[in-house]
């Protein structure tokens, strides 16, 4: 099992950018793969990035790809997401979370998540 602690959230006016931070508690943390999800009020939590456990492949939903980068420091036990052109449908809950089987990452039926970062985005 991995702790997993979500930093970096905050508010941010449109066109803005974020940069969150997911740590794990264990460096076994280089073995799993990562993925964000977001949940926005009276909404259903959804995917948003993932990595693999390596870093070589990612993944991203429609809705934010060419907008987020998903990346990973395995030395410092952390993946990130940075966001740019930051939209208000963007204002959610972001949670991590981390499995060793990455289609259980995409799905959100990973093992191990974080307590969430809220991200706002409004003028």
């Known amino acids: 099992q991995v702790h997993l602690e979500e930093s970096g959230g905050g508010l941010v006016q449109p066109g803005g950018s974020l940069r969150l931070s997911c740590l794990a508690s264990?460096?076994?943390?280089?073995?799993?793969?990562v993925g964000w999800h977001r949940q926005a009020p009276g909404k259903e939590r959804e995917f948003v990035a993932a990595?693999?456990?390596?870093?070589?492949?990612?993944y991203y939903a429609d809705s934010v790809k060419g907008r987020f980068t998903i990346s990973r420091d395995n030395a410092r036990n952390t993946v990130y997401i940075q966001m740019n052109e930051l939209e208000p449908e963007d204002t959610a809950v972001y949670y991590c979370s981390a499995d060793c089987n990455g289609a259980y990452v995409i799905r959100g039926a990973s093992d191990d998540w974080g307590q969430g970062t809220q991200v706002t985005v409004s003028s």
């Open positions: 990595i693999s456990y390596d870093g070589v492949n990612t």
């Open positions: 264990t460096s076994a943390f280089k073995s799993y793969n």
